[in-house]
C-alpha cells in the first residue's frame, strides 16, 4: 500500500523560505513521477512542481518558476519542495502525489492515484 508523508509546511512571513519533505513507503518513487500540488480555500487543487525520478526531469507552475525548487533523494525514497520568496498567494494546503498514470499530466490531480494528507503552508504579510 503507498503511503506518502508529507512535512516541513508552518508559517513565515512574506518573502521567507519552507522546504517540503514527501517520504513514500510501500512504494519505491525511482523512475517514477512525483509532484506537489496544492490547494487554497475555495479554490481548486493546482500542479505545482513534479519530477521525474532518477532522471531529473522537472515541470513548474508559471507562478513558482524561479522561486520553488523540486528535488529528491531515491535513498530516503523522499521528494522535496524548497520554497524561497514565499508571497501570501502561496498559502495552502500542500500536497505529495505520486503513481501517475501512465500518459497522464504533471499538473492534473486526476492523473495520480497517490495522496498525502498534505502539509500546511501559511505566508502572512
Known amino acids: 500500500q503507498v503511503q506518502l508523508v508529507e512535512s516541513g509546511g508552518g508559517s513565515v512571513q512574506a518573502g521567507g523560505s519552507l522546504t517540503l519533505s514527501c517520504r513514500a513507503s510501500?512504494?519505491?518513487?525511482?523512475?517514477?513521477?512525483v509532484a506537489w500540488f496544492r490547494q487554497a480555500p475555495g479554490k481548486e487543487r493546482e500542479g505545482v512542481a513534479a519530477?521525474?525520478?532518477?532522471?531529473?526531469?522537472?515541470n513548474y507552475a508559471d507562478s513558482v518558476k524561479g522561486r520553488f525548487t523540486i528535488s529528491h533523494d531515491i535513498a530516503k525514497n523522499s521528494v522535496y519542495l524548497q520554497m524561497s520568496s514565499l508571497k501570501p498567494e502561496d498559502t495552502a494546503m500542500y500536497y505529495c502525489?505520486?503513481?501517475?498514470?501512465?500518459?497522464?499530466?504533471?499538473?492534473?490531480?486526476?492523473?495520480?492515484?497517490?495522496w498525502g494528507r498534505g502539509t500546511q503552508v501559511t505566508v502572512s504579510s
Open positions: 519530477i521525474r525520478t532518477t532522471y531529473g526531469d522537472t
Open positions: 502525489a505520486a503513481d501517475r498514470r501512465y500518459g497522464g499530466t504533471w499538473y492534473d490531480s486526476a492523473d495520480f492515484r497517490a
Open positions: 510501500g512504494y519505491t518513487l525511482r523512475w517514477k513521477w
